[in-house]
């Protein structure tokens, strides 16, 4: 019982860690992010205003914007807003950007949403089909599909998905959207399209990965222990093999759901939908400083948070990597 | 007679140039007798042992005879046919028990696979107890904590009895053992012989053992074929083969001086 109970507490311990160094990574990217908008030329207060503007009227606003104050100073003030959930006002709309971030992300976390379940619904059973006929013409084709699907970019993908299907068999209009907040049905019937667009590639890349680990894991000896119990072969693969063969793609999945996020400006760009990544754009475009912080944070954290999440799901799934 | 191999050749085509790993194999085992199989590496004893456990694959291989369990052909059975054997008339333990139990799984699931597959009328808690039993039938008195534990937390014997406990649970009639102390240390092959020996008395299971230890095969056995590049040379019971060894290859075994060929 002390062992357990001690063992508990290091688990603890270990997470807390964990989630030390997590807090850690955002802040080296919270700076690196502020930093790097310091660096590169171009004011907010010109560009709000124009070339035209007298320089009175320039150095007042900067002074409004808080553009005065020293680089540090400025920094702390916009970490200590983010620990509050204040992330300031956008300088181009002038509304809190907390505010544009809560309207926008439902539009990317859909997205990304869809395109992982495709991407897991998809390859799972994939694989196993590949798998299972390992060697074999089937696998052989598919090997080649699946190459080429891999090396196909997803706007690539987008532009002619939107030529096939809204162009030639007109099943959508190209560029059309419909807001999540008028009709969820058909805000996600917009969404099917880009997130294939998403996944297919992904998808690609998860066969092709486990695939080779299930069959890796196919020649090990507790898979011939599993046969030796009168298991057939779908409940070897099921049961013993496919938990074995996850681990590599549970980081795999993480890396490309943070992909997928950072991703959509992109796709967001061909499919002409108005997500995070579509603010990421404008708001680079405008000098929009607090707009684009906001949303490179927000995409940092994911990847930080994925990366955590699938550590988690690899202990979870072996024994072997907790103890380490 | 509850196994019987008859003229068993197995032939292998995965390099191109087919190979004869068995040549003409035949012999017998009956009910409640433990049988060994002694030969160096190579000789074809542990491709005897998985053809008659159904665990050879079913292509790019061409095997000749029969394998008789209880009359019935292991070697052409239909695959569901012999899935119905696997696990609770035939069991196999293996030589590696770390690399043989699934890393990922916890021990009691493990123990308990066999009924779950064969013996769909028990429920949840009286596999568990069956597998407990088991458990501590093969020397696990810790059986609440090994049944939750995963293979990595176990030493190497306490694995090999893990083992076969999952291969025991379903009550089988034949036990093929394939070098199962080979990765032991002394002390606990010993610990393991006697169980096998045990369970050989106890449960009136026959054992089929292999190992390239002739020492062993005399610990255990009471019948014992030599094997050599696919063949046997040499059958018979113990005492024979131990008092008047007719065969070369079997003198030279019995010298007992481990000999390295290169």
């Known amino acids: ?324 | 007679m509850l196994l019987e191999v008859r003229d068993l050749s197995i032939e292998f085509h995965d390099h191109g140039i087919p190979e004869r790993v068995v040549e003409h194999v035949s012999f017998s085992l009956d009910s409640g007798e433990i049988l060994g199989i002694v030969g160096e590496s190579g000789s074809g004893k542990s491709m005897t042992a998985l053809a008659i456990a159904g665990l050879l694959p079913r292509k790019k291989m061409n095997k000749e005879g029969s394998i008789l369990f209880e009359g019935e052909d292991v070697l052409t059975m239909e695959r569901k046919d012999l899935r119905l054997l696997q696990g609770d008339e035939i069991c196999m333990i293996f030589q590696e028990p770390m690399t043989a139990l699934n890393p990922t799984m916890r021990i009691g699931r493990q123990v308990e696979e066999a009924l779950r597959v064969h013996h769909s009328e028990l429920d949840a808690a009286a596999r568990k107890e069956r597998a407990l039993r088991w458990l501590e039938n093969v020397g696990l008195n810790d059986s609440e904590r090994v049944y939750v534990s995963y293979p990595h937390e176990l030493s190497g014997g306490m694995r090999q009895r893990v083992m076969i406990a999952a291969a025991m649970v379903g009550g089988p009639k034949l036990l093929i053992a394939d070098e199962p102390t080979t990765a032991l240390d002394v002390t606990v092959q010993a610990q393991v012989i006697s169980l096998l020996k045990r369970l050989n008395k106890e449960e009136r299971v026959a054992i089929l053992f292999i190992s390239h230890d002739l020492s062993l095969i005399q610990q255990i056995s009471t019948d014992v074929c030599v094997m050599q590049k696919g063949r046997i040379v040499e059958q018979g019971s113990v005492e024979h083969i131990f008092e008047r060894p007719e065969n070369d290859y079997t003198k030279r075994l019995i010298a007992a001086v481990p000999r390295v060929e290169l």
Request: proline letters at 4%; hydrophobic letters at 55%.
């Open chain 1, 1 to 324: 019982m002390f062992r357990i109970w001690l063992l508990c507490m290091l688990l603890k311990n270990k997470i807390l860690r964990k989630i030390f160094a997590c807090l850690l990574t955002l802040l080296a990217a919270s700076f690196a992010v502020f930093a790097a908008f310091e660096i590169i030329p171009g004011d907010a207060a010109v560009s709000r205003l124009g070339s035209n503007a007298s320089e009175s009227a320039v150095a007042a606003l900067r002074v409004e914007m808080g553009l005065d104050k020293p680089f540090l100073l400025r920094y702390f003030l916009w970490l200590g807003g983010l620990f509050r959930l204040d992330l300031g006002t956008s300088y181009s709309y002038g509304i809190p950007v907390s505010e544009m971030l809560l309207d926008k992300l439902p539009i990317t976390l859909c997205l990304t949403l869809m395109s992982m379940a495709v991407t897991v619904a998809v390859s799972v059973p994939l694989s196993i089909f590949y798998a299972k006929y390992a060697r074999s013409r089937i696998d052989r084709t598919g090997y080649v599909g699946n190459q080429l699907l891999m090396a196909v970019p997803s706007f690539f993908l987008g532009i002619i998905m939107t030529w096939v299907f809204g162009s030639i068999l007109r099943w959508f209009t190209p560029g059309g959207y419909v807001s999540y907040k008028k009709s969820f049905g058909g805000f996600l019937s917009y969404l099917i399209l880009p997130s294939l667009a998403i996944a297919i590639p992904k998808c690609a890349m998860s066969v092709k990965l486990l695939r080779s680990a299930i069959l890796t894991e196919a020649d090990k000896e507790y898979v011939r222990t599993a046969y030796s119990r009168g298991l057939s072969t779908m409940e070897v693969l099921y049961r013993h093999v496919l938990k074995n063969a996850m681990i590599p793609l549970v980081t795999f999945w993480s890396m490309a759901v943070a992909d997928m996020v950072a991703g959509s400006i992109v796709i967001e760009q061909v499919f002409n939908i108005p997500g995070l990544g579509r603010i990421l754009l404008t708001s680079i475009a405008n000098r929009d400083y607090p707009v684009v912080e906001a949303v490179i944070m927000l995409i940092a954290a994911v990847v930080v948070i994925m990366n955590y999440a699938a550590d988690l799901i690899c202990r979870r799934i072996d024994p072997r990597i907790r103890e380490r």
